[in-house]
């Protein structure tokens, strides 16, 4: 009797996925709870476990290979069309200290070489079994008395391969359009500095009260809280925010859970443990819970404003500007310093309209300009 | 050049041996009149008489234990054991008395004798006729190990080990008793411890000694067909063996692929394996990789012996696998 293991359904939004590694081979028996192989998906590599006992029989897609969730990956003697579980994600447990970075596989040659051409392996892309690094993969050493070469191509490792991959799919497929809006951030300025000036105090960030403000603007507005699926609109439950994290590896965009229910203070220790995961490759998939907003400011590198590509999965995503001083005109027409950001949201046309978006934006720029609120507790329930 | 078999190869170092030195003399069962029972030494009683070439008793442990006694007080003896399995029966003498009596008695005394012996299957002999051995002796110091691949090295090699001063076991294999080759006129000697390039390749390294050169020459010519240029090593000289030669060519291929008829487990590839792994770390671009028998008596019936034996097409298999 051969039965299939089939490619598991990770996420909400999954349709396929990036078998990076077996942990088995034909002719081996596994019992439940056996890590059979591991998937990447967005910007996380999960564990598969076998759901039952049985023989791998052999298998049907190699490592590196992009396979649709539901398509079979190996043939076993196990339960027929079993689809695996998801190891259990480990974040209930007492918080161990940051698990090590995937160990890269590449042989001792490439190793060699590498360290004398100051390479980094972390980069790389290996064409050997299992991903493994080998000298050719290396990209070819340049001697520095040499008139400059046409430039190599460099391979991309897998998170940023999936990135170009994904993204350049959202971009063809999903119908963008844009809303910008100004917000005045003078009182939040003058009021985070008010509060970081607290003795004990937790630094409080403009990005904590973007994330704030992102995830109040969804608890108040729940019918925007949905993703295209299928031919279908897809609401989403909580008022999870994606947060864009630059890191050495590329870019992250993990979720802050209930961004539009917690108390800033929470809200901000929560987002600085979630970045700390995202630069040290930690993420569970625990982090990457469904959402359809995500935040990205640009503003601590002085860019005016961001004009940003939805992520594959969600319908909406903010981009965040520097802060700039400007004079308004108050009511009498005298100029008034102000410290203003350019807010540009991104959206989905499939899933919200123009007036939508801009009322949405609207509340966010509202929520920024009413700071002492964001110091209360969301109301319970949004 | 002129074209012999090994066989005549061996006759001829043996006699050119005795020829060149009277203290040269051949011990072994059915080695006189008969001529040795694959021939190698046909005719050397009549030219050198029976003082000089001795048939003794069907007793492995005696004839080796006199072969020890006669290098001790002055002779260069050349015993033969009819197949490398009977060995067992002259262990005593060679590792704990030939091996070690330079060393036990300061050196005032070495053991300048020749055990020769035939190993290998492919004859249906059985598996108390076919077993390849060597790895054994290999792992006693005092001991040096020859396998010759060739008719020149076959003579070369057996020279090399009557000239030299302490004991060597000089392996054949009797399914290359008569296979031709070249033999340079005068034959030409060949320095133990010396591997030589079979055939030069830029992919991968072959390592092998015995009947395994003539699987990896023909693996090689398979492999070329397919783009790969596999490089080929004849070992030769199993102990001491070539490290600088081996680390050489690895350094050139950055892949290793060791094949030995020898049961792999525990066997010459092993021990080549690990040093390599040690001082060509940082050269190997895939892993080293070895091909032997598996871990079973040989089998007697043909089709399962020829099962049995590695052969060109695991040596091709082995250096793809090394490319991947």
């Known amino acids: 009797m051969a039965g299939e293991i089939l490619m598991p359904k990770l996420g909400l939004t999954m349709t396929e996925g990036l078998l990076a590694e077996w942990k088995v081979a034909p002719g081996m028996r596994v019992r439940a709870g056996d890590v059979l192989f591991v998937v990447e998906t967005e910007k996380i590599a999960t564990e598969i476990e076998a759901p039952g006992e049985g023989e791998i029989l052999d298998l049907l897609a190699p490592a590196g290979a992009t396979v649709p969730v539901g398509a079979p990956v190996a043939r076993w003697t196990g339960e027929a069309a079993a689809a695996p579980r998801e190891a259990p994600a480990a974040p209930e447990q007492p918080a161990p200290a940051a698990p090590a970075p995937p160990r890269i596989l590449a042989t001792p040659l490439a190793r060699r070489l590498a360290r004398e051409r100051g390479l980094d392996l972390a980069g790389l892309r290996g064409s050997g079994p299992r991903g493994r690094i080998k000298a050719a993969d290396l990209p070819q050493a340049v001697a520095p008395a040499a008139p400059a070469p046409p430039a190599a191509a460099l391979p991309l490792d897998r998170i940023r391969a999936t990135a170009a991959r994904r993204l350049s799919q959202a971009k063809r497929e999903i119908p963008h359009f844009y809303v910008g809006a100004g917000a005045d951030l003078t009182r939040l300025l003058a009021l985070r500095e008010e509060w970081n000036a607290l003795p004990g105090a937790p630094r409080l960030t403009l990005t904590h009260a973007l994330l704030a403000a992102c995830g109040r603007a969804l608890a108040q507005a729940p019918e925007l809280n949905r993703v295209w699926a299928e031919e279908a609109w897809l609401p989403l439950p909580g008022a999870h925010v994606g947060l864009a994290v630059d890191t050495p590896q590329g870019l992250f965009a993990p979720v802050l859970r209930d961004a539009g229910a917690l108390p800033l203070e929470e809200l901000a220790a929560r987002a600085d443990a979630l970045v700390a995961r995202a630069r040290a490759g930690a993420l569970t998939h625990e982090d990457m819970a469904p959402a359809s907003l995500t935040l990205s400011n640009v503003g601590m590198h002085g860019a005016r404003f961001l004009v940003p590509i939805v992520n594959p999965g969600q319908s909406m995503i903010l981009g965040v500007g520097a802060v700039e001083a400007v004079f308004r005109p108050d009511a009498q027409g005298a100029p008034v310093l102000r410290r203003e950001a350019t807010l540009v949201l991104a959206a989905d046309h499939r899933v919200l309209d123009g007036a939508a978006a801009a009322r949405f934006l609207g509340r966010v720029a509202a929520i920024l300009e009413q700071p002492l609120a964001l110091l209360r507790a969301p109301a319970a329930g949004g | ?324």
């Not at chain 2, 003794?56 to 002779?75: D, F, M, N, Q």
């Open chain 2, 1 to 324: 050049m002129p074209e012999l078999r090994t066989l005549q190869a061996i006759t001829r170092a043996l006699a050119d041996a005795m020829e060149a030195d009277p203290s040269v003399i051949l011990l072994g069962e059915d080695i006189g009149q008969a001529g040795g029972p694959f021939g190698a030494t046909r005719g050397l009683q009549e030219r050198f008489g029976p003082e000089r070439v001795r048939d003794t008793p069907i007793a492995e442990a005696a004839l080796a234990g006199a072969a020890v006694g006669a290098a001790l007080t002055g002779l260069r003896p050349v015993a033969e054991i009819m197949f490398m399995d009977f060995i067992t029966l002259a262990m005593d003498a060679l590792v704990n008395q030939a091996a070690k009596a330079r060393f036990m008695f300061g050196g005032q005394r070495g053991v300048p004798m020749v055990l020769r012996t035939p190993h290998g299957g492919g004859l249906s002999a059985g598996p108390q006729h076919s077993q390849c051995l060597e790895a054994w002796l290999c792992h006693v110091p005092g001991l040096k190990v020859v396998c010759p691949a060739t008719p020149a090295d076959a003579y070369g090699l057996l020279r090399s080990a009557i000239a030299d001063p302490d004991p060597v076991i000089v392996v054949e294999h009797k399914g290359l008793y008569a296979m031709k080759g070249e033999l340079a006129d005068p034959p030409e000697w060949t320095p133990i411890g010396r591997a030589r390039l079979a055939r030069p390749g830029r992919d991968a390294t072959i390592l092998c000694y015995g009947a395994a050169l003539h699987w990896s020459l023909a693996a090689a010519e398979e492999l070329a067909r397919e783009g790969v240029e596999a490089e080929v090593l004849d070992l030769r000289s199993l102990q001491p063996w070539d490290e600088a030669a081996v680390l050489e060519s690895l350094s050139r291929t950055h892949r290793l692929v060791i094949a030995h008829e020898a049961v792999e487990a525990f066997g010459v590839g092993a021990e080549i394996a690990a040093r390599m792994a040690d001082i060509g770390f940082d050269e190997l671009d895939a892993p080293i990789l070895r091909v032997g028998a598996p871990f079973t008596p040989v089998p007697f019936a043909h089709p399962l012996e020829a099962a049995w034996r590695p052969d060109a097409a695991r040596i091709a298999a082995a250096v793809r696998r090394t490319l991947a």
